[in-house]
């Protein structure tokens, strides 16, 4: 996982999203992020075919993103079509779970019958480790 400081600068400079992106220099996408939650929340195995299933795409696009996934090292492709992570692939996942997990509890208490698991998935992209922290933080103690 990227640890990353906050630095409060009296004339921070704003950038577009793709600004912020590049600035951070991330190597694993947000597509990539969803896959391996989704490995990860399926036991850390699964096929080609039930990810396109779970994912709602076609199992060629799995199967190119687990080519770009065994390239970073995250996966591994093994006998009879099974996927595993590799120990760096369940760190990540198990962290990618939780900061779902987190905003969806913090979506649920903001929103109350309004939740929706759409507004989990287009956000957590986007906040950063600390805010994850200090939300689960905040409702540890309330």
Do not use: W
Not at 72 to 100: A, C, P
């Amino acid at each position: 996982m990227i640890k990353k400081e906050r630095a409060f600068i009296k004339n921070e400079e704003y950038y577009t999203l793709e600004g912020y992106k590049l600035r951070e220099n991330k190597n694993i996408t947000e597509a990539m992020e969803d896959y391996i939650e989704m490995i990860y929340k399926n036991k850390s195995c699964i096929t080609v075919k039930d990810l396109s299933i779970k994912l709602n795409v076609k199992p060629s696009s799995v199967s190119k993103m687990i080519d770009r996934l065994e390239l970073h090292k995250l996966v591994q492709n093994k006998k009879y079509g099974e996927i595993k992570l590799t120990d760096e692939g369940e760190k990540l996942g198990k962290y990618f779970l939780y900061r779902h997990k987190v905003l969806s509890n913090f979506l649920k208490v903001i929103n109350k019958d309004d939740y929706d698991l759409k507004q989990v998935e287009k956000i957590e992209h986007f906040v950063d480790e600390v805010t994850i922290k200090n939300i689960d933080d905040f409702f540890k103690i309330s």
